[in-house]
């Protein structure tokens, strides 16, 4: 028995972490397009590369020497972005409409190139809304038409800002949180497994209320002092299945991002080959004087 | 259906009038204790009939009048032959006296495996599970049963179980046909069964009797020792971290036994001066103890009333400890205060089952139960500050507990009733009432007359289940034997009512002498989920119940198994299995457990399982070396509507290889050696591999997300580990065990680096 043991022992306990390597192809940064085509506003870029997971950083480099294209949906070729300035790319002179798909097309020295699709939804149909003061609360009723023949997603924030000297044109921030009880809101929380609906922007597709007249009401303190100048800027936007999917799991993503107990969370993208999101949205905007 | 029925009854009956027969019956014992013999055979070899004794170790056989030599057998003890005339039904107890000590191990009176309409089942003998290389000195059945094919640990040291692709709450743990819920020690290294105190352990991943119910993937039944009814004894053991003893013995000889067993770990103990001298020199008053450790105690309580009526009294009782005190003390404008602060949590089940077996007559026998089961956890903190002898009056008091936990009480009315040789009729009914806390925090605060004591969290949730179930397991013909029955069960909770038929069958064809094919089908019903974000089976994993909004859980396993008796006492075992799971829960993308602002069936998302797979199970038997090598090709996946971009995802624990060489030789009576190898492919997880800027807008600004590219995207290395164990035998000194440990490529996320 003594010569099993001797045998034996040379094996005895130990224990190993190993170190694992990865695959290059794993590390291999990516191009990461973000942007926003809405007929309301430029077309606007940004674009920079990915890192991997353990390179310390808080912004990926920029990149400034892609060439971004954008098609319309028979890939016809709308025209070239210009670089502005860190990775932001404008497309002056031309604009987006609603209803129509566009695809943009990314290369970069170094990278795959990615593309991407988006489509312009139509504008919020016959909007209509109505504030009321109640104590501290300030309510907006806000009713629109549903398009019954599409999905649609809404996207909504109201910001109140005062004037002042120093504000941008002349105003200020004041309060940017809004609230709302309804059920098309509270889906929305219910998908991200947060009981808060109160946030600084909300959104919500139609699926309680598909192709009816819809009403919903949101509230917000009421942060104007005597004296104050206040206006409440209403956007109320549609936007794109992707930019909605993006919404949502963004927001899921970073509630619990700190909690290590948290489930992983993916993010949406829609860009073939890279990161980030084309989002397509088109906005009612009004401003409210009070 | 009614049709199939009537010709069952049509050919029982027919069986029942041919000829003049009688029945034979009673229980099977261990000549030396009195044990029940669970599954020890009796055979008619004249006539190529017999029975299997169940696990109260009572039998029945129908025989025509006349004389017949009768054999009664078992595995480790000597084969006993009856010559008896029967002419009327009678009664007759059999005590087997064991081999010896033999210089090999030799099987002899167990039924074949290609006998046997059992398919995806396993016997686990103690005998080998007390022979096997062991963590820290602590045998296991748990971790034994890792080592069989289809079934795999899911991480290392882990003592859960996952079967054929289910999860950790899909198996039906009963000790003494009570359910467990949570059979783990420390953390999850060892399980809650202290071997010493267990008799008898059956494993079934697939083709389940209809007995069986309440979980999809797997049912482990153990059946503890009744008690030495002859003379008492015992054995006890020093271990690296336990001590533990076991005893038994009769009450009344041959009347009432009992058996009662306990082991404690003594980490806490042995942490308690190192402590003390860390305390001594951290040159501050601030004082710091903390410790864990678990317990528990089987006990059991066996009466024989008389031939047609036993009783037995079982108990469990198991807690885990891990405590953390510290105190401090500070001067105040001239005054000493002291400040203490304590936290930790404890969990643990409490079991308890009385049970009374009786005869009707030869042919019918009875089970009733009544059973008690409590599962709690709790973790909390408290601190406490007050001026030198002012104790009673504290400035400060706060105290959180988060308890959760799930109480059982239950009752089953089972019959086995057996017309002839070739019936085996089961049938019974069961109710259990669950009381399901999810989750309550208590929070008191007393600051100098302010106080506040309030508690809040999850209401407790109340559900009835009930079941009734019959099958025949019954030979068709010589070749063809079938186990065919149906489980119905209904579960009732917030006035939302379950129910669900479950068919079951299995069928044997006989091949030639050796061999044979088997094939199943089982749908089993699950009405309870467990709320998990972990792998290794933490006390704060949550039991909860299907519910108005989440539904219940439902399995259906195809097999098809092909087994065959070799030379040598080598025998093969192979089989291939289709399993769907349907309303499994997984936590949504970023819900945490820790998230107690929302009811739990807000962090769900209920979806499907798929697995299938290959099992191969070569073991020896017989001679001075035995062991198995399993092997296990399988491929588990999931699919959620709203996880992964609803696409399928591979299950973490998919594990496309899983070998397993088990290997114990005897070299004498004195010493015997242990081996096991473990092999498997490495499990998926999600990590997150590249990050990138997001979109800024109103809200984010200059925020990265971390990209998670699919779930369970990435594939750990393959992983193996060897232990080997020597036992050395000493009449006086009992059992010395030494262990080896040689683990090689055991990964964590952790190390992985660019």
């Known amino acids: ?290 | 259906m009614k049709r199939s029925i009537l010709l069952l009854f049509t050919v029982i009956a027919f069986n029942g009038f041919a000829q003049t027969k009688h029945t034979i019956s009673g229980y099977i014992k261990d000549a030396e204790t009195g044990e029940a013999l669970i599954g020890a055979k009796v055979y008619v070899p004249a006539l190529s009939v017999g029975a299997i004794a169940n696990v109260y170790g009572f039998y029945s056989l129908t025989l025509p009048e006349g004389n017949h030599e009768i054999t009664y057998s078992f595995v480790g003890k000597t084969p006993s032959k009856k010559l008896v005339t029967l002419d009327a039904d009678m009664s007759l107890n059999i005590d087997l006296t064991p081999t010896g000590m033999l210089d090999e191990v030799v099987v002899t009176g167990e039924v074949k495996q290609h006998e046997s309409t059992d398919m995806s089942t396993t016997d686990l003998p103690m005998s080998k599970v007390k022979s096997l290389p062991v963590l820290l000195g602590e045998v296991d059945i748990i971790k034994t049963a890792q080592l069989l094919p289809g079934i795999s640990s899911g991480s290392e040291g882990s003592s859960v179980i996952y079967v054929r692709g289910g999860g950790p709450d899909q198996n039906l743990i009963l000790l003494d046909g009570v359910p467990i819920y949570n059979a783990n020690h420390l953390f999850g290294f060892f399980s809650v069964f202290n071997a010493d105190a267990i008799n008898n352990v059956k494993i079934i991943k697939g083709g389940f009797p209809a007995e069986y119910g309440g979980r999809i993937s797997s049912v482990i039944d153990i059946r503890m020792k009744e008690g030495d009814m002859k003379k008492i004894h015992g054995e006890g053991s020093v271990g690296i971290i336990s001590s533990k003893f076991m005893i038994n013995g009769p009450i009344i000889k041959d009347k009432t036994s009992f058996m009662i067993s306990a082991r404690r770990t003594y980490l806490d103990i042995l942490a308690k001066p190192f402590i003390a001298l860390a305390n001594q020199n951290n040159g501050s008053s601030d004082k710091v103890s903390g410790g864990y450790f678990f317990y528990d105690v089987n006990m059991k309580i066996n009466h024989i009333i008389n031939d047609k009526n036993r009783i037995y009294f079982s108990a469990y009782l198991g807690d885990d400890k891990f405590y953390v005190n510290s105190t401090y003390d500070y001067e105040s404008n001239g005054k000493t205060y002291y400040e203490e602060s304590s936290g930790g949590l404890s969990w643990g089940n409490k079991i308890m089952a009385l049970r009374w077996n009786h005869q009707f007559g030869p042919k019918l026998f009875a089970n009733t139960t009544l059973n008690y089961s409590d599962y709690k956890f709790k973790t909390g903190f408290a601190l406490k500050s007050y001026e030198e002898g002012k104790e009673n009056t504290p400035e400060q008091n706060f105290s959180f507990d988060y308890l959760s936990g799930i109480t059982d009480w239950g009752g089953t009315m089972h019959f086995s009733y057996y017309p002839n040789p070739n019936h085996k009729i089961e049938f019974g009914v069961g109710e259990i009432y669950h009381t399901f806390k999810p989750g309550v925090n208590q929070f008191k605060y007393d600051n100098s007359g302010a106080t506040l004591d309030t508690v809040y969290g999850g209401r407790r949730v109340y559900a009835h289940e009930f079941y009734g179930f019959v099958q025949d397991d019954f030979k068709i013909n010589r070749r063809i034997m079938a186990n065919v029955g149906l489980h119905f069960s209904n579960f009732i909770v917030r006035e939302k009512y379950y129910n669900a038929l479950q068919p079951r069958a299995a069928f044997n064809f006989l091949l030639d002498e050796k061999s044979s094919l088997k094939v199943s089908y089982s749908r089993m019903a699950q009405y309870l989920h467990l709320l998990t974000n972990t792998t290794i089976g933490l006390p704060t994993d949550l039991w909860v119940p299907a519910t108005d909004t989440i539904p219940f859980q439902i399995g259906d396993q195809y097999a098809l198994g092909y087994t065959r008796e070799l030379e040598k006492g080598y025998r093969i075992t192979t089989e291939a299995y289709y399993k769907q799971m349907n309303n499994m829960i997984e936590y949504k993308e970023g819900a945490s457990f820790f998230d107690t602002s929302n009811d739990w069936e807000q962090l769900v998302e209920v979806g499907k399982g798929f697995s299938y797979g290959l099992e191969v199970l070569l073991e020896k038997r017989t001679g001075k070396t035995t062991g198995w090598i399993g092997y296990t090709l399988s491929w588990t996946n999931r699919k959620f509507e709203n996880l992964n971009n609803g696409d399928i995802f591979p299950y973490r624990y998919d594990s496309r290889h899983d070998i397993s060489v088990v290997v114990t030789h005897k070299f004498n009576d004195k010493i015997d050696v242990g081996l096991v190898w473990v092999f498997s492919t490495g499990n998926a997880v999600t990590l997150a591999l590249q990050q990138y800027n997001a979109l800024d807008d109103e809200y984010y600004f200059n925020s990265v997300v971390e990209h998670v590219d699919e779930r369970n995207n990435y594939r750990m290395p393959s992983y193996h580990r060897l232990d080997l164990g020597v036992n050395i035998h000493k009449k006086k000194m009992g059992t010395s065990h030494l262990e080896f440990w040689i683990v090689q490529c055991l990964q964590s996320p952790e190390s992985i680096l660019p």
């Open chain 1, 1 to 290: 028995m003594i010569r099993y043991i001797s045998i034996v022992f040379p094996l005895i306990a130990f224990s190993c972490e190993k170190e694992v390597h990865l695959d290059n192809e794993i590390k291999t940064p990516r191009i990461t397009v973000n942007g926003i085509l809405d007929p309301e506003h430029s077309i606007e870029l940004e674009i920079s590369e990915s890192a991997f997971i353990l390179q310390s950083g808080f912004k990926m480099p920029a990149l400034e020497n892609a060439k971004a294209l954008l098609y319309d949906s028979d890939y016809n070729l709308l025209g070239e972005f210009e670089h502005e300035t860190l990775g932001v790319y404008y497309l002056p002179g031309v604009q987006v409409v609603s209803e129509s798909t566009y695809f943009i097309k990314v290369s970069c020295p170094g990278f795959n190139d990615v593309t991407s699709k988006t489509i312009v939804p139509r504008a919020p149909i016959n909007v209509d809304y109505q504030m009321q003061f109640k104590d501290d609360i300030v309510s907006y009723q806000i009713s629109f038409q549903d398009d019954a023949a599409e999905v649609n997603y809404y996207w909504v924030s109201i910001v109140q800002m005062k004037k002042t000297e120093y504000g941008f044109n002349g105003f200020s921030d004041i309060n940017r949180h809004i609230c709302s009880n309804n059920v098309a809101v509270e889906n929305q929380s219910e998908i991200i497994g947060e009981a808060s609906i109160c946030d600084k922007f909300l959104f919500f597709s139609d699926q309680t209320f598909n192709g009816n007249a819809f009403q919903i009401n949101f509230d917000q303190s009421n942060s104007k002092e005597a004296n104050d100048t206040v206006i409440s800027i209403l956007n109320f936007k549609s936007v794109s299945e992707d930019y909605y999917k993006y919404l949502i799991t963004r927001e899921a993503y970073a509630s619990h991002q700190q909690d290590p107990f948290a489930q992983p969370g993916q993010v949406h993208t829609n860009i073939e080959n890279g990161f980030g999101i084309l989002a397509g949205s088109n906005t009612f905007s009004d401003t409210i004087y009070w």
